[in-house]
């Protein structure tokens, strides 16, 4: 088996429980506060929008939550994903560094967002939800849900960042097929919507934004709750197998890595990979773990460590984060995905640990490592999963630099064939890495909401 | 095993020989012709557009033909490709039938179209071409041969048929990204186009034209092949590994196939999965073998059993086939792949010899088709793939009305990623079902070369 190309697990071998990193943590997770009061919420606050089974997850600090059968029935359609080792790209790039990766691509929907939204689906129908509402950016978030709504029977309404929803119109039509409906945000559909159209009327919108619309019409119907494709803990939950599986056929490959590396917009494919990992390296195994970030959105790297929104409308939860400010408007670039002010709490709380470490990139860098991928790989990445390939193949020549063998693994989070403009773009020289506006940052960051008490 | 969703063989299970099912052909398939004589023609007539070692394959009449090193090496970048049980489609249809499906969409360029391309390539490579000339419907075949050169380090020009170029910008945006360059057709570089664009300066064109385009630029440069994706017996040899690896699978899944279903444009998809039943179906096996095409392009069903020319720039061999004339201009559909004049001669010669069935469908019905597959399975199929989805429902859907358990095969030629506007189109209404010209098909029969001696 070590001389494979690809890694399959049995169907029976997929996970039957998440990995909940809040077990495992050294500290726990700085809780989420009311945006009002800037009290800690209790369960009940959450519940207007999210349904109990969710709630639960999102506070739980059990090591292991077990997944219902239902949802690995589903998951059966592309799961377990394959574990790849990028043989003719490691011979291209002339490395001794032996790279793998996990191909979140074969999903419905192209990415790893279908891990969550399917559990999501699930536990809303269960507890009767009729309607749900959710943003996306790139698209990759809308069309895990429309999909698994279409499974579920359940009406799907998303909101997509207006810059994405021009540049991409096939996300839209893939939504659409599954039987959803997608309009462009800002919308005049809600009140959040209108005032920023009413400020900005040419706003190229921003997740912050859709997130604040989606909300909205989770809040204000009954038979409607709301969805969100990363950032929680819930969806770094349930993004854990990845990585689960993952440390399964790193084995069948006889391999383990020295270095794991996954982009990051909201955290959650860094988390879905990573998180397992960061359990060993609590546990004292030795093993860097990266998360890539577009320079233009650096949250990570650039951000400040401190309670935030998680929306541009000021609607949600405050959550401790690595944040630019909730006003903090990214430039239009095409890894959507990536366009968000926040980061994962329960990321940001591992970066400060420093059990991870943090790197940003401009855009042209990672489709030059995109198109170096697809040429020897085959596959063509989706704009945001070209930083993890960025890094990954920066750390491999690094290895030839140093003459070490070691094992890289990145998450690829996706395909782009629904980011094809974005190439193109890319090859008639009309991409440009913008510089980034330190004063917008100065001054988003001025607006973080003061904790009382 | 046998509860399993998807059947993935080990990558050492993978065939080491191609299957040529002109060893086991009651009466052999008749010779091509030269285009000018109408003679028989020898392997030198072809050797000023192809390798020798593809003009061997073509003639050949051995059973089994082996796989080179190099090409399996590739082709374990996606292959073995998995056989899926569509569990959750068979409990929509609530059929008593069991339905599995190849899944040749997780290749690089998204089809079955890389199984011919690497090999292509590779023979090329191998006898110090530098440049390979083809034609594309809609784009499955130029991506294809455009992965497949950039391995190999082979330019490739592709020419696309003009009204799969607009409709697909992204397909062209994929062949860039793997290095490839791509004009519309009919296009001025070639006496072929320009005589078209003359005549018709609104042209759509078509395969026919594409094809003539390409053979030009091959039979007038030193350093060029030409490369064609379907109809011709070694492409139909190189998808037999589709076929072979479902046998294997099936088994795997404790199943064996009453219906065997492909669509056919060219023939080859089809010729893939279903020429190893064929050999079975020879030896006595009780098996049906059902080709679907479209309605607007209907070959098999509506066509005539004649010498016919490849192209229509009447400039390739003449070959026995089912044929709508060469001439014939078949209305733009979104099934690009699907509008060719002819049929595999292989192809054609098994349905003579009545060991396969021809259906055909409208494209709205084969849309339907689709959106419900996608919304069961999960997948959002090519509208070419959507005819043997469509065949494959009304055999369940039959299995249902009889009580009976039969167990339906069919080929999942590829991904719609790059056919989302025809589900737009399908969606707002805008497809129509075009009217079937007999009187142009009557036409272009009249136009028939008579063959001497």
Redesign the interface.
Known sequence: ?SE???Y?L??DQMPKAWYNLAADLPTPVPPPRHPGTTEIISPDDLAPIFPRAVIEQEMSTERWIDIPEPVREIC???RPSPLVRAR?LEKILDTPAKIFFKNEG?????SHK?NTAVAQAFYNKEEGVKHLSTETGAGQWGSSLA?AG??FGLEVSVFMVKVSYNQK??RR??M????ATCVASPSPQTAAGRAILAAHPDSNGSLGIAISEAVEVAASRDDTKYALGSVLNHVCLHQTVIGQEAMLQMAMAEAEPDVVIACTGGGSNFAGLAFPYVREKIKGRSVRIIGVEPSSCPTLTRGQYAYDFGDTGKLTPLVKMHTLGATFMPPGTHSGGLRYHGMAPMVSHVKELGLMEARSYHQTECFAAA?QF??A????PAPESSHAIRAAIDEALRCKAEGKAETILFNLSG?G??D??A??DY?SGKLQDPEFDDAALAEALTDLPEIKG
């Open positions: 088996m494979s190309t690809k399959f049995p169907e059966r359609l592309w003719r074969v999903s419905p929907a192209g279908p999909f279409s499974l119109p096939y039509a893939l659409e097929t599954y039987g198109v697809a040429r790989e085959g596959i063509v395909h064939h629904f094809m403009q190439y193109t090859f």
